[in-house]
């Protein structure tokens, strides 16, 4: 279900100025894979600004040995990493190497929400992200792009779901097989417990439109936000 509220309105940009489309919502809710999606149909380029916090988390994790993440350490291991345009999409890269099987890895997973909690590795993240949409049309997703990356982005999305469906829907792409019932309970637990450590960061901007996805598809979620894009686009 859409909300009716609040009533979606253009905002007054300046000319030639990019056009930002803000995709938030709690881990699992399908933020990425439906802005790529929704990206490919309306020309913009996507960013998803938690591959970078995961960029970050992997060089500091190989420079720690096994140290505590300290906040320094990962600033300091995030200090060459970059975003590039790839396609349709803008990637983290180290020396203009793509990250990206490095950043999804199980440890990179563990201690990634950890890393995204640290405020100068947000301010790090945050600047990274507004460079790379200074002078294309983007769509962003992550944590709180609508209300601290892009408070006047042109449209605002807050996807939610069920944390029973979002676990499901994480364990059917990880696993690429139907998962027991046991499974998607433990990974629910995960999803609830990862939910309470990023609730700082997962508040929807006022003005968001906010998509229960839980009984939606993915191309009617993507519909739906295209058609927003469209009408304020427009």
């Excluded at 499901?168 to 139907?178: K, T």
Aim: aromatic share 4%; net charge neutral; proline share 6%.
């Amino acid at each position: 279900m859409t909300s009716p509220t609040p009533p979606f309105t253009k905002r007054v940009r300046a000319p030639g100025a990019p056009f930002v489309v803000a995709i938030d919502g709690p881990a699992a809710s399908g933020k990425s894979s439906t802005a790529q999606w929704v990206a490919d149909q309306t020309g913009c380029l996507h960013i998803d600004s938690g591959s970078l916090y995961r960029a970050a988390t992997a060089l500091a994790l190989d420079a720690a040995g096994g140290a505590p993440l300290a906040e320094a350490r990962v600033l300091e291991a995030a200090r060459g990493i970059t975003l590039e345009a790839a396609g349709r999409s803008f990637v983290p890269a180290l020396r203009g190497a793509a990250l990206e099987e490095a950043i999804r890895s199980p440890a990179v997973t563990q201690h990634v929400s950890e890393v995204a909690r640290m405020p100068g590795v947000r301010a790090w993240v945050n600047a990274r992200v507004r460079d790379a949409a200074a002078r294309r049309d983007v769509v962003v997703d992550g944590r709180d792009i609508g209300t601290a990356v892009f408070p006047d982005a042109d449209v605002k999305i807050y996807l939610v779901a069920d944390p029973w469906e979002r676990a499901r829907r994480r364990l059917m792409q990880r696993l690429g097989r139907a998962p027991a019932d046991a499974e998607i309970a433990e990974e629910t637990e995960r999803l609830v417990q990862r939910d309470a450590r990023d609730a700082a960061q997962s508040v929807p901007a006022k003005d968001a439109v906010l998509i229960d996805t839980t009984y939606l598809t993915q191309e009617e979620q993507v519909g739906r936000i295209v058609a927003l894009v469209r009408a304020v686009r427009s």
